[in-house]
């Protein structure tokens, strides 16, 4: 037994100290970071891998922003591969496979298919992908009697502009411009569909550059998996899916299968992107960063629903451990980020957190009350609420074997549920609106502590970072005092 003497410290515990500035505007500051040694992120913020936070409509929000979401894993394999496919077809330059029809199908059923895949048209091939013709919304609705064949209403293929699926986005929107086309079909040498190209999805790349793209332009995601055979083959789907990045997510992260299994993906997956998790010591950030992650998650305990510390005993303030992590990754010799996961309250903990060493933050309770989080609000005593539960909390165990029995409640029994152990609670928190609007308040805030720590980049905010430790009282002068707050 040893006791530390060393002090554990967290976010509230200390500040920034003010450095001279070179910085003139808030805009000057470049927010980006290293996701990981492939990836990299306008803004360093993920949205965290939780039921009530992260599925497809959370991550499109933050991959758009700039940043990234993890589809969490508390679902089946397909279940999760279909929210990774609903992000990687929301956006990108090249849909590479179109909603398609075959021709002798009736108009009726192109009109219904339009609707369920939200889509303003569908491309018409035969059985060998050949393209016969093009049916929009326009089609459809002009077209005389809806049980007419598709192919009696289509735009056919030689009065459709066409293009080689090696086609840049800036030839491709000359293409579409010249002929005022809303879709360009990518054709390959044998007159087979390779992808289609829309004016929609041209427009918003060019509108939001910010957005986290992946080289064939479709906004990036990362999904969550655990440990055992089973996660193997569901990080092999992931994978196949399109998933950006993998997160290796268990309470104890430094554990041995934890570490075995991070092995077992590295050579099953050698070009993967893995982020493993959750340490927070040196010892435990050296370890994964030496057994092949390319990041590191770094919480035990600090998050908004977390009681792993009060149920365990266990747990480093996160700010110590942080600072622990990034000397453990370093001390590796591999050049492995360190992502901060749970506590973050306010941008200034994220300031705190990203000058302490981290390369990006990974956010749960503050995105939980968000219009894109799954579930509706609730309204209380006229006030709007989302619900927020602790992956480990009762809750998240019930629906979690819930759907493992795949619905058959008749296997469960109270004394099931009274020999789970939560580690984690079930809330609310006030309904926040939309993700970007909470984003845009963070990000603000950053932009502003990076001027305060004369940095333009993350690197020199972690390079000039000097914090000083503060008492009760520091922490009552930092919040408005004194006042009566409208
Ligand atoms: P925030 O503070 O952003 O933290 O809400 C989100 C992170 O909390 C972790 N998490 C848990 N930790 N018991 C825990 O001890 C739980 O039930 C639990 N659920 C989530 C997780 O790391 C998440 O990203």
Redo the contacts with the bound molecule.
Sequence with gaps: MRIRTQKGLTFDDVLLVPKRSPVRSRNDVDTSTQLTSRIRLHIPVLS???DT?TEARMAIAMAQAGGIGVIHRFMTTRQQVEEVQKVKRSRGFVVEHPRAIAPDACVEEAARLMRRYDVGGLVVLDERRHLLGLITERDVLLAPDATARVDEVMTPAERLITAPPEITPAEAQTLLYRHRLEKLPLLDGEGRLAGLITGQDLIKSRQNPQASVDEKGRLRVGAAIGVGEEELARAEALLAAGTDVLVL?I?HGHADHCIDMLQELRRAFPQAQIIA??VATFEGAKDLAAAGANAV?V???????????IVTGFGVPQLTAIMDCVEGVRASGRAVPVIA?????TSGDMVKALAAGAAAV???????GCEEAPGSPVIRDGQKFKV??????LG?AISRRQAEREGDESAESQADWDKVV????EAVVPYRGHVREVLHQLVGGLRSGMSYGGAFTIPELQENAEFIEITAAGVRESHSHDVQRV
């Design positions: 965290a891998n939780m936070v997510d309470a998790g959750n998650k919480g035990i305990g600090p998050g908004s629903i977390c009681t792993t510390r996961d749970g506590g973050i309250k990974m956010i749960g309770g503050l995105f939980a927020v539960r602790g992956m480990a909390s998240a939560p580690e984690g609670v």
